[in-house]
């Protein structure tokens, strides 16, 4: 796995744990490991999930390249990042043009901020075309 070029040995990100709506505090240094950090919702702790969430990144089943099929009767083959987000591409506007922009449905999550929240619902509305979102 390549490390970041902005990261140093011994110096620790803030982020927040990805797992639930809490958004906890947390950081995480280049030797992966992950350690609570003093915030409001988590007040310097960590829950078993954001405990381990830096274990995802080493674990042998991690995907780290898009894998693609065009048919469900092929197996999946290592595809680029353009390759694969050209195909989602396609594949929606093929959706709404056979069966309606609203065949498109989109699902946001406890995590977003009332700001990001606005611009999921802007993309769906707008660059979607659909009525079918999920704010969570």
Same mark, same amino acid.
């Given at each position: =796995?390549?490390?970041?070029?902005?990261?140093?040995?011994?110096?620790?990100?803030?982020?927040?744990?990805?797992?639930?709506?809490?958004?906890?505090? =947390?950081?995480?240094?280049?030797?992966?490991?992950?350690?609570?950090?003093?915030?409001?919702?988590?007040?310097?702790?960590?829950?078993?999930?954001?405990?381990?969430?830096?274990?995802?990144?080493?674990?042998?089943?991690?995907?780290?390249?898009?894998?693609?099929?065009?048919?469900?009767?092929?197996?999946?083959?290592?595809?680029?990042?353009?390759?694969?987000?050209?195909?989602?591409?396609?594949?929606?506007?093929?959706?709404?043009?056979?069966?309606?922009?609203?065949?498109?449905?989109?699902?946001?999550?406890?995590?977003?901020?009332?700001?990001?929240?606005?611009?999921?619902?802007?993309?769906?509305?707008?660059?979607?075309?659909?009525?079918?979102?999920?704010?969570?």
């Amino acid at each position: =796995m390549a490390t970041p070029a902005h990261t140093t040995a011994g110096q620790a990100t803030p982020t927040h744990c990805p797992y639930c709506a809490l958004q906890c505090g =947390m950081s995480v240094s280049r030797e992966l490991e992950v350690s609570p950090r003093d915030f409001p919702t988590s007040r310097g702790g960590l829950c078993q999930k954001g405990w381990t969430s830096a274990e995802v990144l080493s674990s042998p089943g991690r995907l780290t390249t898009p894998l693609l099929r065009e048919r469900r009767d092929e197996p999946l083959r290592p595809v680029s990042w353009d390759v694969a987000l050209d195909f989602v591409a396609g594949r929606l506007a093929r959706l709404r043009v056979e069966h309606g922009p609203d065949s498109v449905a989109v699902f946001g999550g406890g995590g977003l901020t009332n700001e990001k929240a606005y611009v999921l619902g802007k993309f769906a509305r707008v660059a979607l075309g659909t009525a079918q979102i999920d704010y969570n």
